[in-house]
């Protein structure tokens, strides 16, 4: 079943320009995770944040988490061609296996 | 480089005959997973393997099984793949809980 639900659905920006994505979930989560998938490729892992944690950054990307709001943001600054991909979050299922449950992802589109 | 391999990563099959995916990793990692991804949605876990131990999720159809034979391989079979089988196959290896790393995918075409 679908946990996280990220908004926007699509965004399409200028180079230079900052993108936020959001994402939702409905339970309690061990840890979030944000992942970019490239056109008919496989997912890369940006970046976890643990339900303890409430920011975390990685280069261009920053990452907030409030679990009391049960959502998170990915802010990925000065944005290039290059960043054009699909964002997904992804929450734990609170089991010790490691299970993922993704959200519909956001489809950023940056124009050069 | 450690990393995830899938083949291959095309496939095109015929309506109902039985199809065979392949994952190999270098990460020794002790999990290792399978999705579907359709078209412009999320993906979607199928099963996983954890070390030797399967793991189906409820919503599998029967149509899909899978086997590990060692660590470093795992194999996705679609008995009888129908139309709407039609789809991007992903594996994923992980220690447990945490980082899940992906190959590239195999996207499947059913005629």
């Known amino acids: 079943s679908q946990q996280g639900e990220e908004d926007p659905q699509a965004l399409s920006i200028q180079e230079g320009e900052n993108a936020t994505m959001n994402c939702s979930y409905k339970?309690?989560?061990?840890?979030l995770q944000w992942y970019r998938q490239n056109s008919g490729r496989g997912l890369v892992h940006l970046i976890l944040i643990r339900s303890n944690e409430r920011e975390k950054h990685s280069g261009r990307l920053r990452v907030t988490l409030d679990t009391s709001k049960k959502s998170s943001s990915l802010l990925i600054t000065a944005s290039r061609a290059a960043d054009t991909a699909s964002y997904f979050c992804a929450t734990d299922d609170g089991g010790s296996q490691g299970n993922l449950i993704f959200g519909k992802g956001t489809k950023l589109s940056v124009k050069p | 480089d450690a990393m995830v391999i899938q083949n291959p990563r095309y496939q095109v099959t015929q309506f109902g005959k039985p199809v065979t995916l392949s994952c190999s990793q270098t990460l020794n990692h002790n999990v290792m997973y399978w999705y579907q991804q359709k078209s412009s949605q999320a993906p979607k876990l199928l099963f996983h393997?954890?070390?030797?131990?399967?793991?189906n999720e409820a919503d599998t159809p029967d149509n899909f099984q899978s086997r590990r034979p060692n660590t470093s391989f795992c194999f996705l079979d679609i008995r009888s793949p129908g139309l709407g089988d039609a789809a991007m196959y992903l594996c994923a290896t992980s220690r447990g809980v945490g980082t899940q790393y992906f190959g590239p995918g195999t996207r499947l075409t059913v005629l």
């Open positions: 339970t309690s989560i061990n840890n």
């Open positions: 393997y954890y070390d030797k131990d399967f793991n």
